[in-house]
């Protein structure tokens, strides 16, 4: 007999305690049918003219892809007046985002990444969706900047959608990392990868070696020592998409890196809503997630865009950067 056809509705349901089967998983729901709506956008791109820039830039002072606006306006639009959030961040947005007062308040404060890997839309090459929840620090009030800047261990649940050549929804909820994949006849996300963990033997490393001369000795080093460990020796995959290849590493083993520049000193990758909610993943899949001193989801950020260096993926490739980087000091 062929395996249950289990939904991610379905799922959620069987995986939540009890007390959690209210506002949480249907916070689920509301990214799930976003990133659907993302899922169809991206995959007509072309054919609604919605590539390339909508002529503004963001607060990191990136221009902004038409796509990365609409992804953005979809995960906002989506969750304003549900009651289940009170404040949300979001990388296209300055500010955080208040909960319009005409609408109830929720427990939740989900911080996102609309459109990772914007570089890659124009080329029809994996894109993503970065998305954190944390529970609200006091009930009473209606959200905070103090609620959205935590450490990612505050996390109570985390997840990506991948826009590959099908579309994936991989969250954890605490329990295990789950992947579901949309079945595009009848617009649903199905399981097809229960309990995802690093296997133990890494296959690749995914870091922009065209930036090496840029790195600091100790990460010189360790790219060097990348390349040439033979036990087990590892091939090199970048897409320049964190999602996609934070995934790819997922199910066959690596490391990704971002690592500080000259010019850049602590990288690209934004700690809230893009290496916070990966590192949750990564810990609960096996992994680790570190900016080369320490744990990911220990750093408190003390702005909302703030920038970390990063390594993540298997636990022993991402120790042996610290292990480089701890001799520097
Ligand atoms: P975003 O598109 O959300 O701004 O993030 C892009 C990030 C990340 O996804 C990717 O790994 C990295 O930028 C690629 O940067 P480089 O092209 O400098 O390697
Ligand atoms: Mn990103
Ligand atoms: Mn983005």
């Not at 249907?26 to 976003?34: G, N, P, Q, S």
């Not at 964190?242 to 083993?253: C, E, M, P, Q, T």
């Not at 971002?258 to 899949?285: C, D, Q, S, T, W």
């Not at 220990?298 to 865009?305: E, T």
């Amino acid at each position: 007999m062929s395996s249950p056809l289990i939904t991610i509705e379905r799922f959620l349901l069987s995986q939540q305690p009890e007390y959690a089967k209210g506002d949480l998983t249907t916070l689920f729901y509301d990214i799930a049918l976003a990133a659907k709506m993302i899922a169809t956008q991206t995959r007509r791109a072309a054919l609604l003219d919605v590539l390339g820039y909508e002529g503004t830039t963001n607060i990191q002072g990136e221009r902004q892809r038409k796509l990365d606006v609409y992804a953005d306006d979809i995960m906002f639009k989506l969750n304003d007046h549900t009651g289940r959030l009170c404040a949300m961040v979001s990388e296209e947005r300055d500010d955080w985002i208040r909960i319009p007062e005409n609408y109830s308040k929720g427990h939740y404060v989900m911080v996102y990444d609309p459109l990772d890997g914007s570089s890659n839309i124009d080329t029809n090459v994996t894109i993503g969706t970065i998305f954190g929840i944390f529970r609200v620090l006091d009930d009473g009030n209606r959200g905070r900047l103090e609620d959205c800047l935590r450490c990612g261990r505050d996390l109570v649940a985390a997840g990506y959608i991948i826009y590959g050549t099908s579309t994936m929804f991989v969250y954890s909820a605490g329990a295990g990392v789950h992947g579901f994949t949309l079945d595009p006849e009848i617009g649903e996300f199905l399981l097809t990868h229960e309990n995802m963990r690093f296997p133990e033997n890494p296959a690749y490393y995914s870091l922009n070696f065209g930036s090496y001369r840029s790195w600091e000795p100790e990460v010189q080093q360790y790219g060097d020592w990348l390349q040439t460990i033979t036990e087990p020796r590892l091939s090199q995959r970048y897409i320049g998409s964190l999602v996609a290849d934070f995934h790819r590493n997922l199910l066959y083993g690596g490391v990704y890196g971002y690592p500080g520049e000259v010019n850049l000193p602590n990288g690209k990758i934004r700690l809230l809503y893009e290496a916070g909610p990966l590192a949750f993943l990564a810990e609960h899949a096996g992994g680790y997630g570190s900016n080369g001193k320490m744990s990911l989801l220990d750093i408190k950020p003390d702005g909302l865009h703030q920038r970390t260096q990063v390594f993540i993926g298997n636990r022993s490739l991402v120790e042996k950067a610290e292990e480089f980087i701890r001799k520097q000091d």
